[in-house]
T-cell receptor, first 117, second 115 residues
Framework: AQKVTQAQTEISVVEKEDVTLDCVYETRDTTYYLFWYKQPPSGELVFLIR??????QNEISGRYSWNFQKSTSSFNFTITASQVVDSAVYFCALTPGPRSSASKIIFGSGTRLSIRP | NAGVTQTPKFQVLKTGQSMTLQCAQD?????MSWYRQDPGMGLRLIHYSVGAGITDQGEVPNGYNVSRSTTEDFPLRLLSAAPSQTSVYFC??????????????FGQGTRLTVV
């Protein structure tokens, strides 16, 4: 069975603090894909990053960084020096490996991040 | 390009009514899917399609039908609306790049209320 768990329902921090959003996944596929999406208050879903299961390299993009660890089945997301504009709901997601499953996205329940000025 | 277009953006239905949520994409994506978003539950897969003429059920398919007669369109039909179907619905499309899954492109969502 495929599953994505985001144990942190809500996080609130003061602006400029660093914050890490946790994501733990379950899958029996040897090939799979992990994603992070952002949903700002306006409601649209914004793609942030994709990671293939065979690429454990961590990634940094500006203030955002992602830590992928297959040994612990985790794909955590860190925002450095948070800003009010980072306030949103963040979803971790997984798609199984087979091509026929490319449209089957399994989402975590989301983490609502509030950045206080 | 318009990307993924969903219509309508808002809809109120009475219990027992039927309706179709429209989804169209102009990116020639092979894969399309429908999700519903409920508070505290993330997005859950309703139905998905891997190409024209091919559809399959997701996690929560009951009460919904889909068809994929063209690559561009993937409508979602509510057969007999129930209050439990009050939700925000998202349509998504994606493709393979070098044989690897890409990210999904989402529509703006449809907020449906069933009274």
């Amino acid at each position: 069975a495929q599953k994505v768990t985001q144990a942190q329902t809500e996080i609130s921090v003061v602006e400029k603090e660093d914050v890490t959003l946790d994501c733990v996944y379950e899958t029996r596929d040897t090939t799979y894909y992990l994603f992070w999406y952002k949903q700002p208050p306006s409601g649209e879903l914004v793609f942030l990053i994709r990671r293939n299961s065979f690429d454990e390299q961590n990634e940094i993009s500006g203030r955002y960084s992602w830590n992928f660890q297959k040994s612990t089945s985790s794909f955590n997301f860190t925002i450095t020096a948070s800003q009010v504009v980072d306030s949103a709901v963040y979803f971790c997601a997984l798609t199984p490996g087979p091509r026929s499953s490319a449209s089957k996205i399994i989402f975590g329940s989301g983490t609502r991040l509030s950045i206080r000025p | 390009n318009a990307g993924v277009t969903q219509t309508p953006k808002f809809q109120v239905l009475k219990t027992g009514q039927s309706m179709t949520l429209q989804c169209a994409q102009d990116m020639n994506h092979e894969y399309m899917s429908w999700y519903r978003q409920d508070p505290g539950m993330g997005l859950r897969l309703i139905h998905y399609s891997v190409g024209a003429g091919i559809t399959d059920q997701g996690e929560v398919p009951n009460g919904y039908n889909v068809s994929r007669s063209t690559t561009e369109d993937f409508p979602l039909r509510l057969l007999s609306a129930a209050p439990s179907q009050t939700s925000v619905y998202f349509c998504a499309s994606s493709y393979l790049l070098g044989g690897l899954n890409t990210e999904a492109f989402f529509g703006q969502g449809t907020r449906l209320t069933v009274v």
